[in-house]
C-alpha cells in the first residue's frame, strides 16, 4: 500500500475492482466555480481505457454560469463553435479511495485540448500547473495548506432549498470558538467528515468550533501547493456529500449572515528546495529574520492583491465578509502574528511562513494559489519590498489600502491588470474577467427578499 492511507495505485485499485470492493471511479474536474464535474466510470471499463486514454467532456463546462446555462460572450466555447469536446486526462498521482462513497474512488483530471492534448488554458489547475512549472525552472517548490471553514445546518440541502434558505436552523445555538461542548453535539457529522477525509488520502490535523452558530473548521495537513489545490476541491466535496447523507447541510459561503462572522480559507505558504525552507535567513525584517526571497515574496504578494481580488473572493457574497471587527481583513498590509492583518506572518525559523487571510471560504483553491504565486514570484523578480510591519489595530488603519469593496471594483482591477495579462495572457484574462462581469451583473438584475422586506408596503 501506499504510505498515504487511501491513495491507491493502478494495481491497488485493479485489486479492489476484482474483490468488488471498489466498482466505481469518479473521473472528475474543476471548473471555475471549484465544483466537481465529471463522470462516473465502471471500474473495469475505467481500467481497460479511461485510466490510460482518458474521456471527453463538453467544453461548455467552462463558460457556464451556477446553474449551467451556457453563457454568450466567451471566445473558447460558444453556439458558433458548436461546443465541441475537450479532453480529460487523469492524473493518476490523484488516484484515491472516496471513502464516503459505496464502493468508489477517484482521480482528478487534467483539462487538454481534444486535438492537440496541450493544457487548456482556461481550466483551473491547468493555470496553477503553469505556475509551478514556472517555480520549479529554479528548482524550488511551494508548501501550501487551507484552513478551510463552514456552517454547519440541522436541515438537509432540500428542505433548505424548499424554504428559500430561510429560517435554517444552525447545528449549534452559540459561539463555539474552540469550545470543546458545544463541538461535541457537532461530532455527529465533523467526526464522520475527519474520518472520511484520512481514509480518502486527506490527512486531518484536527477540528475545531468558530466564531459563528454551528461554524468550524477542519485543518488538514500542508503539502505541495497543487496536492493542497487537490485535497481543498476533494475536501468541500467529502463534506458536502456526507452532510446530505445525514440529513444536514454545510455551507462554504464567504458570508452566509449578515450579523455572523465569515467563513473564510486561510491560505499558508511558503517556497522550498528540498529540506530547506527558503523563507528563512539572516536578514532582518520588523521583528523576525528571514530570507530576502521571503521579504520580496511577501511584498509582490501584497502589492498585487487588488490585482487578483476575484481569485480570492469570486462571488458577489464573498465582500460582504470584510468588515471591521469580523475577523476578516479589510487592509492590505502585514504583521506578524496578528489576525486583524490581510497577511499574517507566522512562525520562525523552518517554520516560517506566510497566512494570507483574503481568501473565503467560496474561492477556487486552483486560482487563489494561481494568484499567490504569481505575485509572490513577481515580487522575488522584481525585488518588491513590503511595506513596514504593521502593529496593533488593522481595522482602524485607515491609510492603508483597503481591499476592494465589491466584485464589480474587483473585476475592473483584474480586467486592466498588467500583472494578470502578463501571468495568463490576454485570452484567458478576458475569459475570467467575463466570468466575473456575468456574476456581478446577474446579482444587480435580481430582486431581493431584502428589496421585497424594505420597499413592498412602505415605499
Known sequence: MTSLQGMLTLDQLREHVANDTIDTVLVVFTDMY???????????FF???????????????????????????????????GYGDFHLKPDLTTLRVASWLDK??????????????????????????????????SGATAKAASELEYFIFEDSYKSAAQSGY???????????????????????????????????GIPVENSKGEWGLGQHEINIRYTEVLTMADRHAVFKQCLKEIADQLGLSV?????????QAGSSCHVHLSLWKGDANLFDGDEQLGDIRCSKEFKWFLGGWIAH?????????????????????????????WSYDNRTAGFRVVGRGKSLRIECRIPGADCNPYLAYTAALASGLDGIKNQIEPPPLFEGDMYMAET????????????????????????????????????????????????????RQRYFERI
Open 305 to 333: 492583491a487588488s490585482d487578483w481580488m476575484p481569485f480570492y473572493a469570486p462571488t458577489v457574497n464573498s465582500y460582504k465578509r470584510y468588515q471591521s471587527g469580523s475577523w476578516a481583513p479589510t487592509r492590505l498590509a
Open 104 to 137: 468508489t474512488a477517484m482521480v482528478l483530471c487534467d483539462v487538454e485540448d481534444d486535438k492537440t492534448h496541450t493544457l487548456v488554458p482556461f481550466a483551473p489547475r491547468s493555470l496553477l500547473n503553469q505556475c509551478v512549472e514556472k517555480l520549479s525552472e
Open 400 to 451: 492603508i489600502e483597503h481591499v476592494p469593496r465589491t466584485l464589480k471594483e474587483a473585476t475592473g482591477r483584474f480586467a486592466n491588470s498588467t500583472i494578470v495579462r502578463d501571468t495568463l495572457g490576454e485570452a484567458v484574462q478576458q475569459h475570467y474577467t467575463h466570468f466575473f462581469t456575468v456574476e456581478y451583473e446577474a446579482y444587480e438584475a435580481a430582486v431581493t427578499d431584502w428589496e
Open 251 to 259: 455551507t462554504f459561503m464567504a458570508k452566509p449572515h449578515a450579523d
Open 47 to 81: 481500467l481497460e481505457e479511461a485510466a490510460s486514454h482518458g474521456t471527453h467532456g463538453c467544453d461548455y463546462l467552462l463558460t457556464v454560469d451556477m446553474d449551467m446555462e451556457p453563457i454568450p460572450g466567451y471566445t473558447y466555447a460558444n453556439w458558433t463553435r
Open 34 to 44: 471549484g465544483r466537481l464535474m465529471g463522470k462516473r466510470f465502471d471500474g473495469e
Open 166 to 200: 430561510a429560517n435554517l436552523t444552525p447545528k449549534g445555538w452559540y459561539i463555539e470558538d474552540y469550545h470543546i461542548f458545544q463541538g461535541t453535539r457537532e461530532e455527529v457529522f465533523t467526526a464522520e467528515a475527519r474520518r472520511h477525509l484520512k481514509r480518502s
